[in-house]
């Protein structure tokens, strides 16, 4: 027998004890995991906007925020004067407005929230708004009432191919239903752009311009040309700089998820402690015998401490497998309307390992250090 | 041709309890080289200290050991010198629960370089030598009190010691397994040409000796 088997078999000998521990651990591992998976799905999401193919740059009026405000405030023409631009390759003029139909309670997330978004473009602008391919045929544009709806959509509202939805009065019948990875745009819907402005009276206006730039342009220094050249009306953001913002909120839950993890460290720290201290104190005669057969106090040390991490190790399994069964119900049975997905990254992956290796570590060096101090003739006469 | 010393003591002291209680008090003791010792004495006289002290478990105070070769006074890790010089064998047998009779007996060669076929074919040589061969995949909690000091015998011997050390070995079990234990140390002592020193209560136990030491008040009493 190797002596990685022997420290395999020693923590379970108390099989109660050890369950209990493996139990404390794992819960702080699970809500280090769980949280590890939505931020990164939300933060997944955002990298999306990055890409291939979509717009680089979204131009706003002054004022109104990184997506624009509802309805027309900028003139369409705008459109055809930025593609002038150096660097440019391409643009889209995009009116936004809100569909006004409700969504059933109990969602959540952008789709919910008092009705979705309709986004009127030209059709053959749809890769720059990152909708490379639609499940159905895309709208035409001009004045048939057509429109393709985001996957979250079509989830919240039941609607498939051939389904209508009413749109400011007018019924629109669903072509398409789109998924492009993008949660704010999946939660939307898009439809012809002049029979949106015809039917929202915003003839000539767009909401804002979706900018793509040449392959060898660079993206940060286009933005700035388009704001230098309408200081007073226009603000270009990046997609990297949206991502970069989106992130810095989502460092926030980060943040808090670290403060778990701390708590986590300490709460689980002292319950290893525990564990192994009574481990140690059960076994002071076998330690005894130990010492007297010849093993080193390293030796004794590293067999104690090796037990500690592996029972926090099978913590960090039993918690990982905790936390994406938990997310998994959350999402399944509590957030209908998903606007993201959990991601379980590798992040996230080593971070619960991590955490689970540094409590075995904490929590079995002052045992250990114990075990291997015992005085050999009084740990044989221990009782 | 005289054999040679594998313990020499001279004048060996230890106290407890800040120095009231004299556990050693001058001990000179020397042991030739295969020999069977018995060690007598009342409780607390200071046997079982005297045979820790040969064991290494413990230090004494004031004057000198050695045993096989070391100077145990001047040597600082005396690991290494307890897993290749000694063998022990508890009163109570001190196997480990959750491991196998095999894995009891394969625990004092983790020390030594031995690989794991080597430390299984060694301990099933051993086994046999006790007549256990057939339950060294038993528990030790399956097994008679005889047969768990009889795995305590296989597992003081793996690393081929020089001394084998018994601290009262028949003291848990009846006369008869007693008997069959006893048996089976001496045959080991003579075949394996190990010295072997013997704490005991029972004189019909110290008289299968060649030598019995009595001990009173931390000091050999008399040497018969």
Known sequence: ?383 | MTKENVIEIHNLRKTYDKGKIKALNGIDLEIKKGEFISIMGPSGSGKSTLLNMIGALDRAEEGTIKVAGINLMKTRDLSEFRSQEIGFVFQMHNLVPNLSVLENVEIPMYETRVKSEEMRRRALELLEAVGLKDKADKNPTKLSGGERQRVAIARALVNHPSIILADEPTGALDSKTGDVILNLLKSLHSKEQVTLVMVTHEPYVAEMADRILHVLDGKINNSS
């Open chain 1, 1 to 383: 027998m190797s002596f990685f088997t022997l420290m395999i078999k020693n923590p379970f000998r108390n099989r109660t004890r050890a369950t209990l521990a493996i139990i404390g651990i794992a819960i702080g591992i699970a809500t280090i995991v769980a949280l590890g998976m939505v931020t990164g799905g939300l933060q997944s999401s955002t990298q999306s906007t990055l890409k291939a193919g979509s717009a680089e740059i979204t131009v706003t009026k002054i004022g109104s925020g990184n997506f624009g405000s509802s309805g027309g405030i900028l003139d369409e023409s705008l459109v055809t004067d930025l593609k002038n631009t150096n660097g440019v390759k391409d643009t889209a003029g995009i009116l936004r407005v809100n569909s006004n139909v409700s969504t059933p309670s109990g969602g959540s997330g952008f789709g919910s929230m008092g009705g979705f978004l309709v986004n009127g473009i030209d059709s053959s602008k749809l890769a720059l708004v990152g909708i490379d391919s639609v499940n159905g045929t895309i709208f035409t544009n001009g004045s048939s009432n057509e429109i393709i709806i985001g996957k979250t959509v079509a989830q919240n509202l039941n609607k498939t191919v051939g389904s209508t939805i009413d749109i400011y009065g007018t019924e629109f019948e669903v072509t398409g239903i789109f998924e492009s990875g993008n949660f704010i745009y999946d939660t939307g819907a898009f439809t012809s752009l002049s029979t949106l402005q015809n039917l929202t009276n915003n003839t000539g206006k767009v909401s804002y311009i979706q900018v793509k730039v040449n392959d060898n342009a660079n993206a940060s220094q286009v933005s700035k040309t388009i704001q230098d050249e309408h200081p007073n009306d226009l603000s270009a953001t990046t997609a990297v700089d949206l991502a970069n913002r989106i992130n810095q909120s989502l460092g926030m839950i980060d943040t808090a998820s670290w403060a778990i993890s701390l708590l986590a460290i300490v709460i689980g720290g002292v319950g290893v402690i525990n564990t192994m201290i009574m481990s140690v104190f059960e076994r002071t005669r076998e330690i005894g015998v130990l010492k007297a057969v010849g093993w080193k106090d390293r030796r004794i040390l590293g067999m104690i401490l090796g037990e500690s991490i592996i029972l926090t190790l099978v913590a960090a399994v039993v918690g990982i497998i905790l936390g994406i069964v938990a997310v998994e119900i959350i999402f399944k049975f509590f957030i209908t309307s998903q606007s993201f997905e959990a991601v379980l990254t590798m992040d996230t992956l080593l971070k619960a390992f991590g955490v689970a290796l540094l409590v075995g570590i904490v929590g079995g060096l002052y045992p250990a250090y114990r075990a291997s101090r015992l005085a050999p003739t009084e740990a044989l006469r221990y009782e």
